[in-house]
Protein backbone atom coordinates (compact mmCIF):
# COMPACT_ATOMS: atom_id res chain seq x y z
CA UNK A 1 0.00 0.00 0.00
CA UNK A 2 2.59 2.40 0.59
CA UNK A 3 4.55 1.88 -2.35
CA UNK A 4 1.27 2.51 -3.88
CA UNK A 5 0.39 5.93 -2.18
CA UNK A 6 4.14 6.94 -3.04
CA UNK A 7 3.37 6.30 -7.13
CA UNK A 8 0.09 8.30 -6.70
CA UNK A 9 2.31 10.97 -4.33
CA UNK A 10 4.72 11.33 -6.86
CA UNK A 11 2.17 13.06 -8.99
CA UNK A 12 1.92 16.17 -6.68
CA UNK A 13 5.46 17.43 -7.81
CA UNK A 14 3.85 17.29 -11.32
CA UNK A 15 2.61 20.06 -13.81
CA UNK A 16 -1.08 19.51 -14.50
CA UNK A 17 -0.26 18.32 -18.08
CA UNK A 18 2.41 15.35 -16.82
CA UNK A 19 -0.26 14.39 -14.55
CA UNK A 20 -2.99 14.35 -17.31
CA UNK A 21 -0.31 12.29 -19.48
CA UNK A 22 0.51 9.72 -16.68
CA UNK A 23 -3.51 9.29 -16.64
CA UNK A 24 -3.87 9.14 -20.07
CA UNK A 25 -1.28 6.58 -20.58
CA UNK A 26 -2.17 4.40 -17.45
CA UNK A 27 -6.05 4.49 -19.26
CA UNK A 28 -5.29 3.77 -22.50
CA UNK A 29 -2.94 0.34 -21.24
CA UNK A 30 -5.04 -0.41 -18.96
CA UNK A 31 -8.08 -0.30 -21.86
CA UNK A 32 -5.41 -1.79 -24.28
CA UNK A 33 -4.39 -4.85 -21.92
CA UNK A 34 -8.42 -6.05 -22.04
CA UNK A 35 -7.40 -7.39 -25.64
CA UNK A 36 -5.85 -10.20 -23.62
CA UNK A 37 -9.28 -11.74 -23.21
CA UNK A 38 -9.46 -11.92 -26.76
CA UNK A 39 -5.93 -14.58 -27.00
CA UNK A 40 -8.11 -17.20 -24.78
CA UNK A 41 -11.52 -16.34 -26.38
CA UNK A 42 -13.30 -18.90 -27.63
CA UNK A 43 -13.97 -18.97 -31.60
CA UNK A 44 -17.52 -19.21 -31.29
CA UNK A 45 -17.88 -15.89 -29.23
CA UNK A 46 -15.46 -14.19 -31.78
CA UNK A 47 -17.28 -15.36 -34.55
CA UNK A 48 -20.88 -14.23 -32.16
CA UNK A 49 -19.13 -10.52 -31.57
CA UNK A 50 -18.04 -10.66 -35.40
CA UNK A 51 -21.64 -11.19 -36.50
CA UNK A 52 -23.08 -8.56 -34.11
CA UNK A 53 -21.43 -5.76 -35.68
CA UNK A 54 -22.60 -6.76 -38.98
CA UNK A 55 -19.17 -8.18 -40.35
CA UNK A 56 -20.93 -11.79 -41.13
CA UNK A 57 -19.75 -14.96 -40.28
CA UNK A 58 -16.11 -15.02 -38.91
CA UNK A 59 -14.23 -17.22 -41.25
CA UNK A 60 -12.83 -20.58 -39.93
CA UNK A 61 -9.29 -20.39 -41.42
CA UNK A 62 -6.13 -21.09 -39.35
CA UNK A 63 -4.67 -17.50 -40.75
CA UNK A 64 -7.87 -15.54 -39.52
CA UNK A 65 -7.71 -17.74 -35.63
CA UNK A 66 -3.92 -16.67 -35.80
CA UNK A 67 -4.43 -13.14 -36.93
CA UNK A 68 -7.17 -12.12 -34.52
CA UNK A 69 -5.06 -13.67 -31.39
CA UNK A 70 -1.64 -12.31 -32.65
CA UNK A 71 -2.84 -8.79 -33.42
CA UNK A 72 -4.83 -9.02 -29.52
CA UNK A 73 -1.45 -10.31 -28.07
CA UNK A 74 0.21 -6.69 -29.90
CA UNK A 75 -2.44 -4.68 -28.21
CA UNK A 76 -1.86 -6.24 -25.00
CA UNK A 77 1.78 -5.82 -25.26
CA UNK A 78 1.52 -1.72 -26.05
CA UNK A 79 -0.71 -1.73 -23.35
CA UNK A 80 1.54 -3.48 -20.86
CA UNK A 81 4.62 -1.02 -22.47
CA UNK A 82 2.06 2.13 -21.65
CA UNK A 83 1.73 1.41 -18.48
CA UNK A 84 5.13 1.13 -17.78
CA UNK A 85 6.48 4.25 -19.47
CA UNK A 86 3.31 5.80 -16.92
CA UNK A 87 5.63 5.07 -14.09
CA UNK A 88 8.07 7.62 -15.18
CA UNK A 89 6.86 9.69 -17.61
CA UNK A 90 10.22 12.14 -17.77
CA UNK A 91 12.34 9.27 -18.00
CA UNK A 92 11.06 7.73 -20.55
CA UNK A 93 9.98 11.14 -22.35
CA UNK A 94 11.56 10.25 -25.64
CA UNK A 95 9.93 6.57 -25.80
CA UNK A 96 6.29 8.29 -24.92
CA UNK A 97 6.52 10.97 -27.78
CA UNK A 98 8.37 8.01 -30.31
CA UNK A 99 4.96 6.40 -29.81
CA UNK A 100 2.74 9.40 -30.28
CA UNK A 101 4.53 9.88 -33.93
CA UNK A 102 4.07 6.13 -34.06
CA UNK A 103 0.01 6.33 -33.05
CA UNK A 104 -0.34 9.14 -35.48
CA UNK A 105 1.12 7.52 -38.35
CA UNK A 106 -1.13 4.16 -37.40
CA UNK A 107 -4.10 5.35 -37.15
CA UNK A 108 -3.84 7.46 -40.57
CA UNK A 109 -2.85 3.78 -41.81
CA UNK A 110 -6.00 2.17 -39.75
CA UNK A 111 -7.92 4.74 -41.32
CA UNK A 112 -6.96 4.00 -45.04
CA UNK A 113 -7.26 0.25 -44.44
CA UNK A 114 -10.32 0.63 -43.22
CA UNK A 115 -11.72 2.66 -46.52
CA UNK A 116 -9.96 -0.13 -48.61
CA UNK A 117 -11.20 -3.23 -47.43
CA UNK A 118 -14.49 -1.29 -46.44
CA UNK A 119 -14.89 -1.71 -43.01
CA UNK A 120 -18.57 -0.01 -41.42
CA UNK A 121 -18.23 3.93 -41.40
CA UNK A 122 -19.17 3.76 -37.57
CA UNK A 123 -15.84 1.83 -37.26
CA UNK A 124 -13.85 3.69 -40.10
CA UNK A 125 -15.00 7.05 -38.33
CA UNK A 126 -13.95 5.63 -34.64
CA UNK A 127 -11.01 3.35 -35.31
CA UNK A 128 -8.84 5.71 -36.80
CA UNK A 129 -9.09 9.11 -36.04
CA UNK A 130 -9.41 8.20 -32.15
CA UNK A 131 -5.58 6.88 -32.94
CA UNK A 132 -5.08 10.09 -34.52
CA UNK A 133 -6.64 12.38 -32.04
CA UNK A 134 -4.88 10.06 -29.36
CA UNK A 135 -1.33 10.25 -30.18
CA UNK A 136 -1.53 13.78 -31.01
CA UNK A 137 -2.87 14.34 -27.18
CA UNK A 138 0.39 12.55 -26.27
CA UNK A 139 2.52 14.68 -28.47
CA UNK A 140 1.26 17.23 -26.96
CA UNK A 141 1.32 16.39 -23.79
CA UNK A 142 4.72 14.98 -23.56
CA UNK A 143 6.12 18.52 -25.28
CA UNK A 144 8.92 20.00 -23.86
CA UNK A 145 6.82 23.19 -22.49
CA UNK A 146 5.12 21.02 -20.27
CA UNK A 147 8.13 19.04 -18.54
CA UNK A 148 10.89 20.29 -15.91
CA UNK A 149 13.68 22.40 -17.60
CA UNK A 150 16.04 20.00 -15.96
CA UNK A 151 15.00 17.22 -18.75
CA UNK A 152 17.57 17.75 -20.97
CA UNK A 153 17.21 14.55 -23.03
CA UNK A 154 16.95 16.19 -27.06
CA UNK A 155 13.68 14.76 -28.17
CA UNK A 156 12.73 13.87 -31.52
CA UNK A 157 10.39 16.45 -32.82
CA UNK A 158 10.76 19.40 -30.10
Known amino acids: MRKIRSKFASLNGM ?5 ILVWLL ?6 MLT ?3 AVFMPSQW ?3 IHQQIGLGDLPD ?3 VGYLTRSVSVLYALHGALLLF ?3 DVRRYRPVVR ?4 AGLVFGVLLLGIDCAVKMPLS ?6 PFVIVLGAAILWLSGRRHFPSTAAVPVMGD
Open 123 to 128: WTAGEG
Open 46 to 48: MNA
Open 85 to 87: LAG
Open 26 to 31: RLVGAV
Open 15 to 19: KAPER
Open 61 to 63: KPI
Open 98 to 101: FLAL
Open 35 to 37: ALG
